[in-house]
């Protein structure tokens, strides 16, 4: 026990319900030890216990059962308490729950100063945390004129200042664009590797999981699975029997296996996968191709209704914020851009570029500070009129939808919307159980409060709620952050759902490159508050010097097909998805015969 700074010994927790309910039981004796030094990450679906168990750590929740020991500090002791949350800081997941102050600079130096850290401490402690997280520039700004992402790197500033021995991430990188995350965990790496902190991390990015020393996966309020990454990934079947899903490369490797191949499955990494793959590919292929994959050319359109009409026009417009104070920030500048009528619409942008900005100018909830905004050929800020129609043909969803949960029952947050438009009693009924059938609600459930639903469940009644109204234009700004990949998954069926029965178009806001590749007609990229690029997903990554420039990313499969072009290997690299990969893979392995 000497070297263990983390003991959770066979604890368990029942969530606090209304009388006459059973308990919810989110631990069921846990027993986990982490040792001084260590980086550890831990994984598991949404309701698997990982929250709860990080809130254990510096005493947010005391055990129902067993004991939880700090530095061999006792969490339940309370003459501890300051000692242990000093020793142990926690990052969450959404930074509005952690950020207290009204300027930036103010928020991270509020640990400290009630610490009782001295001023010139506290100076230097800011400076070199905001820079760590790279908000220096933003330190004079007001938390709530930042973006999500910004936000996020504020709060893990906040918790750096107070120097901790142990750091416990909960989802830090949920909202943080590819650039942000890997800012974030260059930092974890440094802290973990240069200055000997413990850290503890909690996400659903297998990518950030592949870098720890060691991976614990929990489900239904237990250890499912424990040891290094290499150990764990490569259970391919029983990563997904838990509801998570493998690196993109090991998925490769398992479903090459699955055809046939023996390969090892220990492609932690673009390059180890890259390793294993050239050997694979040994002889096949003597110089890089630099043509478009032919299973992309040869791919069908995955929207098949766009009829060449628009949904949506946006010409040409600016938005201000703060105009004319010292606050005045320009977040989209003389933006321009179509959505035609049935088609999915990707749009992705760094952190700040001014994507959630743009997205609530599309139903009137901003108004241009100059240029036009046109549904269905109407300019909807031409009368209030307009703009109130203009909410009911473009419905919005955002970035945590359960947030937009208020009405007593989910028949009732459903129906809010329908109720609003005028229509009738048997109308809005019908819109109402249609569209708790589109996200997979029982009908069993629209009595019951939204309230009591598990986080996922939310998510869905939220979305619910938006396709009640039936809108022309589904416009979704992140509504998968902090899910799962079944989750995940389970979102993106409801809006592919929605749309084929519909055939409404969907404007898709996300910063995961994996998903903007695979339900995408065409992308949208904007950086510094304008249009970067768009085009078809292979047009759009094949520009991957540009994207990563700009704060962006490019798919996990994408990179491994440059890298192997980088070695000499004739694959195209404008290949997104793991099933174009295996068959380019087999097909250059086979002589050309897939």
């Known amino acids: 026990m000497e070297n263990t700074v983390i003991f959770a010994d066979n604890i368990s927790y029942s969530y606090p319900v209304e009388e006459g309910k059973s308990p919810v039981l989110a631990l069921d004796g846990v027993t986990i030890k982490i040792n001084r030094g260590e980086f550890v990450a831990v994984l598991g679906h949404n309701g698997s216990g990982k929250s709860t168990f990080a809130k254990h750590l510096n005493a947010i929740l005391l055990p129902s059962g067993g004991t939880v020991y700090i530095d061999n500090m006792d969490t339940r002791d309370e003459s501890l308490l300051l000692a242990i949350r000093s020793r142990c800081g926690m990052v969450f997941q959404n930074p509005d729950n952690q950020i207290v102050a009204t300027v930036v600079e103010e928020d991270v130096a509020f640990a400290p100063e009630n610490m009782g850290v001295p001023p010139e401490e506290i100076r230097r402690r800011v400076d070199r945390c905001l820079d760590i997280v790279g908000m220096s520039q ?9 973006s999500g992402g910004q936000k996020q790197r504020v709060a893990i500033a906040g918790v750096l200042a107070m120097e901790p021995s142990i750091l416990v991430m909960d989802e830090p990188t949920a909202m943080l664009d590819p650039s942000g995350r890997r800012e974030v965990m260059s930092t974890i790496l440094e802290l973990n590797k240069q200055r000997d902190m413990t850290v503890v ?3 659903h990015h297998m990518d950030e999981a592949a870098m720890a020393q060691r991976v614990i996966v929990m489900h239904e309020g237990e250890v499912a699975l424990e040891g290094t990454p290499r150990e764990v990934f490569s259970q391919v079947e029983r990563i997904r029997g838990l509801s998570l899903l493998p690196p993109q490369t090991v998925d490769i490797l398992f479903r090459l296996n699955k055809r046939g191949y023996s390969l090892p499955l220990d492609g932690m990494t673009v390059e180890e996968c890259a390793d294993t793959l050239e050997e694979f590919l040994k002889g096949r292929g003597s110089e890089a191709s630099s043509g478009q994959s032919p299973s992309a050319q040869e791919r069908p359109q995955k929207n098949q209704r766009f009829c060449g009409e628009n949904i949506l026009k946006v010409d040409n417009i600016s938005h201000i914020y703060s105009a ?11 933006v321009g851009l179509t959505v035609g009528k049935g088609e999915f619409v990707g749009l992705i942008g760094h952190t700040g570029s001014g994507k959630s900005t743009l997205v609530q100018h599309f139903n009137g909830l901003l108004s241009p500070t100059s240029g036009h905004v046109y549904v269905d050929g109407v300019d909807i800020n031409s009368s209030p009129q307009e703009a109130r129609k203009a909410r009911f043909k473009v419905g919005l969803v955002f970035q945590y939808p359960e947030y937009q949960l208020f009405e007593e029952t989910i028949y009732r947050d459903i129906a809010f919307g329908p109720k609003n438009m005028g229509l009738d009693e048997d109308e809005i009924d019908r819109r109402v159980k249609r569209a708790a059938s589109q996200v997979g609600l029982e009908e069993s459930l629209l009595e019951a409060s939204p309230f009591d639903l598990s986080g996922g469940q939310k998510r869905r009644a939220a979305l619910a709620g938006v396709f ?32 084929r029965e519909t055939g409404s178009s969907v404007l898709f806001v996300t910063h995961s490159m994996e998903d903007a590749a695979r ?34 990313d490019i798919p996990m499969v994408t990179r491994l097909f440059i890298e192997l072009n980088r070695r000499g290997i004739a694959l195209p690299p404008s290949v997104y998805t793991t099933e174009q990969a295996v068959e380019e893979i087999i097909k250059l392995r086979e002589g050309g015969h897939a």
């Not at 004319?324 to 003389?334: L, N």
């Not at 234009?473 to 799962?484: F, I, R």
């Open 138 to 146: 933003y330190k004079k700004h007001a938390p709530h004129l930042l």
């Open 324 to 334: 004319g104070t010292p606050f005045e920030k320009r977040a989209i500048d003389g």
């Open 468 to 499: 009640a109204m039936e809108p022309e234009l589904l416009v979704l700004d992140e509504p998968m952050a902090g899910l799962d990949p079944v989750g995940r998954e389970e979102i993106i069926s409801c809006i592919e759902s929605y749309r």
């Open 201 to 203: 991390l909690i996400t």
């Open 519 to 552: 339900i995408s007609d065409r992308l949208i990229v904007l950086s510094g508050g304008k249009v970067l690029t768009e085009g078809a997903p292979e047009e759009v990554f094949s520009r991957s010097g540009e994207l990563l420039e700009n704060g962006l």
